[in-house]
């Protein structure tokens, strides 16, 4: 985890963060301050946020005339698997076309895009994915975000795409990977069914907002994999979650090992979307 009590030096660059009410874009703004951001929600409505509906509004009905901005972070969208495949034409539209308008928006402000993709533009054969692999998604969200990619490819000469793994963060109830058994234990369940198939490269979510502001300020471009240094299968979190809690907390918790896919899943979940982080290193 990277420390937190460093501090930057102050920048010149100023962010348009599209999705801030997310849950990284939540601590990205909290990170930036400010000063260097401004930012969006639709949902869920915050302090200091502007609101913007990315599928009926433009980005001139949100960026006054006298703002500058030098990168824009694209972090909306439906970054739910089951409900892109349930409702494909209303995920597509959100998810695609209105990314792809927003590009188009930036690239004629000037405004460089950084685009928040996935660690599901991988079929998750084989693991240990680096940004010169093949991309090949076997779910509709992993397919989104593959077309808005390689838009962005093709439509501009500097841009980011920071493909994430699964993002975790340290607060009861921020319904993340860790938390969320938290919150079942401390509710006095005693079994917990967990995928022992899935392997992938989690990374707490204050590291990401880190690495995404320090692409910028080393000037980065082009495709990273911000993802966690170590491979974890799902299984092994919770083992390593429960002995730290033995510590703490008299319980007496039964893991029922399953596949990922034994699941109510609406696709297949591909079984190893594991990344190396070393081009970001």
Known sequence: MIDSTTHVHESSNRYLLLGASSFVGRHLFQQLGHSAAVGT???NAKKYMRYFDSVTMSLGEIIRPDERFTHAVILLG???PDSCHADIIKSQKLNVTSIVQIIDSLVSYNIIPIFISSQFVFDGVRGGYTEEDTVNPILVYGQQKVAVENYLKDRCEAYLVLRLPHVYGSVKGDRTLLTS????ILKG???????A???F???YVGDVAEAIRATVENSCVGTYH???PQIYARIELLNILLSKLEDRLDIDIEIEACSINEFDVAEARPIDVSMSPNKLI
């Open 189 to 195: 369940e005693t079994r917990i069914r967990c995928a």
């Open 197 to 199: 198939d899935q392997r």
């Open 41 to 43: 929600y639709f949902n």
């Open 201 to 203: 490269s989690p990374i």
């Open 78 to 80: 439906d970054s739910q």
């Open 181 to 184: 058994w938290l919150d079942q």
């Open 226 to 228: 911000v993802a966690g």
